[in-house]
């Protein structure tokens, strides 16, 4: 009676035993071939084929090895500055050290940011290996080593709005004075494309890689600061200022959660969704950062923060953030809300980003009135 059924699960599982081994032979079979062909040549042909291999799996493990070891990563890391000491706004006098003002904490931590990015850390976006992709598919559509890529990328957008800010608003008296010649310098170098290596084609020629031009930006960050200890530099901590630092946080965390909204909606692969990671780490990035620029605005805007008696929001703010930096499954999984198998890590990730974007709007809200 149950000869058939066991006949049955036998044929599924052979059936399965074939595919797999379809597949594991596909894989193989270019290896295979190639070692075939080795084989048949003589040393004359060998030894450059050796030594190309050889070079080949030298530089594969190298990017393998920066992709994966994260140097300096710490999301507490801006509390070793200790800026909850700091009693006085950014710009202003030191009464405790007479003709010095107090430097910049947002300076600081986003010249330290992309310094970890770029001198700590190998610029992934830009190196040969990775513009190179797997066998020419480009590394960010497949589920293998462009994390960390992500996560750097998410940061510098941060980067890139705070240089912005900065120069236009921050480091000049109402936009009535001229620009800091130091943050236009590093606000026009960190918008520099991302994934420019010595040598490309559009146009063709040499070129300066991009990790040259973030370095230069945060010379040229370090360099206000020490104006700024010497007083030689502006630093508007106004609230006007502070609300529209925060409304274009809030605006670029808009438009994160729109990106993990379409991704989780329109590709629901679960794990087998190789861009879910791209779009989960690149927020991650975003808030990394972020969190650590809100901690040192709010050493910048200590007056301000404690005048409108904004520290209870702007502490659940960071609390926000700090739970969704908590956040990191070894693997990324795009699954559909309802799932009970898959989880949907974007939406998850996108919940944070919301409830922090909503902090930012109810503080503009208070500083608006």
Known sequence: ????????????FAAIG????????????????????YQRRNWLIKIPVLLFVLVLIGFYGQFIWRTQVWYGFDPEFAQAYKFPARQVAAGQENAAKPGTCQNSAIVTVVADLTDTNVNQNIWISS?????????????????????KA?????????????????????????????INNDLQDARGNIQFDEGTWYFG?????????????????????????????????IFDARADNLVQLLD?????????????????????AGWFDTRADDRFWFAYGQLYAQYALLQATRADFVDVIRDRNLTAIWTQMEQQLQGALRIRPAIISNGSEDGWIMP????TMGFYILRVRSNMVELRSVLDR
């Not at 009676?1 to 599924?12: E, G, W």
């Not at 084609?201 to 070129?207: A, S, V, Y």
């Not at 949907?344 to 939406?347: D, E, F, G, I, W």
Request: charged fraction near 20%.
């Open 1 to 12: 009676m149950l000869d058939p059924i066991i006949a049955f699960f036998q044929r599924v």
């Open 18 to 37: 074939r595919g797999i081994g379809m597949v594991v032979a596909a894989i193989f079979w270019p290896f295979l071939a190639a070692h075939s062909w």
């Open 150 to 178: 992500s996560f750097q990328r998410g940061a510098n957008q941060v980067a890139r709005r705070v240089a912005i800010e900065l120069a236009d608003n921050l480091g000049r008296v109402r936009g009535t004075s001229s």
């Open 248 to 268: 274009r946080m809030a605006s670029d965390l808009g438009n994160t959660s729109d990106i993990l909204r379409r991704r989780s909606e329109e590709f629901n």
């Open 201 to 233: 084609t559009d146009p063709l020629g040499f070129k300066t890689p991009t990790p040259n031009y973030y370095r230069s930006a945060v010379e040229s960050w370090r360099k206000f600061n020490s104006s700024l200890e010497t007083c030689a530099a």
């Open 344 to 347: 949907t890590h974007l939406a």
């Open 127 to 147: 190196s040969l290996i990775y513009k190179l992709g797997l066998f020419g598919m480009d590394w960010d559509h497949t589920p293998f080593f462009d994390n």
